[in-house]
């Protein structure tokens, strides 16, 4: 009935998911010092390495990080800040049950670096995004966005954090959607179904 949580760093939405009391059944990082991993133990939560660097393939890793993930047997996979690639039979593996959260309003800004690049493209408009993880980075359909105007005079620092403050409020609260079985893929798109509980 669970989520298993899989971070790179440094652990902020993590801790959000943990505040808003979604059920973690364990977190796994790929670098041993990821900050997240002191997050989860304060909250109780069992942690777990799997270093990419250990493994001569993604197919290697991914395989690692499945068996690791499976222990928990969790309804779902939530990728917090988790900063590798995964091959299409990961994504396979979790279809349906893999979420991200990507700190641009997607389909614009994928991949990394979103800030400086919405700075500088001008855009007045910037934000973040949940979504179902499919093969194609940063394109699967989307649960959940949360808009924030860019200012003048916005640095990427001031801009990260105040798209960092929507995604704390927004993945837990998409999560919980999640949980409560109110979202339904159909095709690229999701719909989010009223809350009959
Ligand atoms: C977050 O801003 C998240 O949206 C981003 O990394 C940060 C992790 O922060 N994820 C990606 O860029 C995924 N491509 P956190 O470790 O404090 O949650």
């Keep these: 009935m669970s989520v298993v949580v899989l971070i790179s760093g440094r652990g902020s939405n993590l801790q959000a998911i943990l505040e808003a009391g979604i059920p973690v059944a364990a977190v796994i990082s790929n670098r041993v010092d990821a900050a997240g991993l002191a997050v989860a133990a304060r909250f109780g939560v069992a942690t777990g390495v799997v270093e990419h660097r250990a493994y001569a393939t993604r197919e290697a890793f991914d395989a690692a990080l499945a068996a690791a993930i499976d222990r928990h047997a969790p309804r779902l996979v939530a990728l917090a800040g988790f900063m590798r690639v995964l091959t299409p039979a990961f994504v396979a593996r979790y279809a349906g049950r893999l979420v991200n959260i990507h700190p641009s309003l997607l389909p614009e800004f994928p991949g990394l670096d979103t800030h400086a690049r919405a700075l500088a493209a001008g855009t007045k408009r910037h934000g973040c995004t949940v979504h179902f993880v499919t093969e194609q ?61």
């Design 137 to 197: 980075m940063d394109h699967g359909p989307i649960i959940a966005q949360a808009p924030v105007p860019v200012l003048p005079g916005d640095t990427e620092e001031a801009l990260a954090a105040r798209v960092l403050e929507q995604e704390h409020r927004l993945y837990p609260q998409a999560i919980r959607w999640f949980l409560d079985g109110r979202l339904v893929i159909e095709g690229d798109r999701v719909r989010v179904m009223e809350n009959h509980g």
